[in-house]
């Protein structure tokens, strides 16, 4: 499946638009994990703790946009828009919200996808 920020895909038109779709994934971060993020922060860097996180709800939030759009029969998604929160009492879990337009796309001249 074709997936893309933009709203055209060159080279393949689209056929039909199926709706927007959207999926959430929202993942805590324990305390182990703050205080690994909390030594970067003193001793300067990345946190990678936290990067894996962030790149671990991502994936999470766009497997679940692509099963989506799958189900109604999409060939490709358009339009993806990705929202990062945190919610929680104390800010303590992230959330991620992908957004896009399914669409049915054209194969090309070639005939593929």
Same mark, same amino acid.
């Given at each position: ?10 080279? %393949?038109?689209?056929?039909? %638009? ?96």
């Amino acid at each position: 499946m074709i997936t893309t920020t933009t709203n055209t895909i060159e080279g %393949y038109p689209v056929k039909d %638009y199926l709706g927007v779709i959207s999926s959430e994934a929202i993942i805590g971060a324990n305390i182990f994990k703050d205080l690994f993020a909390g030594l970067a922060d003193i001793v300067g860097g990345r946190s990678m703790t936290y990067e894996k996180v962030i790149d671990e709800a991502r994936t999470n939030a766009l497997n679940e946009l692509t099963d989506k759009a799958r189900k109604i029969g999409a060939n490709a998604i358009i339009g993806i828009d990705l929202d990062f929160e945190t919610v929680g009492a104390s800010g303590s879990m992230l959330m991620v919200i992908a957004t896009g337009t399914a669409v049915r796309i054209e194969a090309n001249s070639g005939g593929q996808l």
